[in-house]
């Protein structure tokens, strides 16, 4: 999937962002570090603070690999100081599957001014270079998961499978924790997707569910990279021939997978069962078994997922 399907209304293109030569000096004349505290305090093991010398690096070029959350924030803000705690509540409980990277705009206007900020605390996340917008506003952590639970899923169908590595004042005793290492059962697979080779992780993932029909893993993997492949090149027309015949069963779930890869999980969801109910016979076996390949990628215990399988059993009976 190319970058530009990342892009949303309103997002911001970062590729015009490149490391200055020297760093600007933070508050009270000292060089701002990426891994420093800054004046909030907020700091973890997978949380680091970054100012325009780092952005490149530790924003752009780790996208590249896995999730970057940035927060833009102030120390004149409660709402941020807020914000920040959740957010590094997460980032550590997440280990690794998204790296949180705070820039304080008091300290770096022009970077705050070239990505748009009006107010903070302002969340975005950057994949693959790439702007999506997230959320304004301090949330709780149940609303700030939600977040990011549809960020993740957006990232692993795009094949952004990466780990981040502990980062900042925390890494150290991060590091101590030693994590299992990855099930080579998996690796053909996940080396397949690394290199972008979607039908080679097509066939390893059909092989192991083929050896264990109720692998879990396999089953969500092979339907993540079938997602990606079936939405590398989209009709232009599809949305309209969509919304022209609500019958249109190839149509309807061209469209639901462009929204899952979106982030537009609801949207999608309902999409389908809502083309359940007006087909019948093997068009609408085929709706609801496409239905239950994009609950795969999102996962079983997902709310959202919960409650379309309950309106979808409503709508088959």
Avoid: C
């Avoid at 692993?156 to 925390?170: S, W």
Wanted: hydrophobic fraction near 45%; aromatic fraction near 4%.
């Amino acid at each position: 999937m190319s970058q530009s399907n990342f892009s949303r209304p309103g997002a911001i293109d970062l590729s015009s962002l490149r490391k200055p030569g020297a760093a600007p000096a933070g508050p009270g004349g000292t060089p701002a570090a990426g891994g420093a505290p800054a004046g909030g305090g907020a700091v973890g093991s997978y949380a680091l603070n970054v100012d325009e010398p780092t952005f490149q690096a530790d924003v752009i070029e780790r996208s590249l690999q896995v999730p970057v959350v940035v927060e833009f924030w102030s120390p004149r803000s409660q709402a941020s100081t807020s914000l920040s705690a959740v957010l590094v509540q997460l980032s550590t409980e997440y280990a690794g599957k998204f790296l949180l990277a705070r820039v304080d705009i008091d300290a770096n206007p022009q970077l705050a001014q070239a990505v748009g900020v009006q107010t903070v605390p302002l969340v975005i996340a950057v994949l693959r270079g790439q702007v999506v917008p997230l959320f304004q506003g301090a949330l709780g952590e149940s609303e700030a998961r939600q977040y990011l639970d549809q960020l993740l899923t957006v990232a692993v169908a795009n094949g952004i499978t990466g780990r981040a590595e502990p980062v900042g004042p925390a890494a150290e005793a991060a590091s101590e924790e030693e994590e299992p290492p990855p099930n080579p059962r998996y690796e053909a697979a996940e080396n397949a997707v690394g290199a972008g080779d979607l039908d080679g992780a097509i066939a390893a993932y059909e092989e192991l569910v083929k050896e264990t029909p109720n692998d879990a893993e396999a089953k969500a993997g092979l339907a993540r990279v079938q997602l990606v492949k079936r939405t590398q090149d989209v009709p232009a027309d599809v949305r309209a021939r969509a919304a022209d015949n609500p019958a249109d069963v190839e149509a309807q779930k061209l469209v639901a997978d462009v929204d899952l890869m979106g982030g537009h999980i609801e949207d999608a969801f309902n999409r389908l069962i809502n083309t359940v109910q007006v087909t019948a016979g093997d068009e609408r076996n085929a709706v609801r078994l496409h239905l239950l390949e994009l609950f795969e990628v999102v996962g079983a215990d997902d709310e959202r997922v919960i409650k379309a399988r309950r309106r979808l059993m409503a709508a088959l009976f």
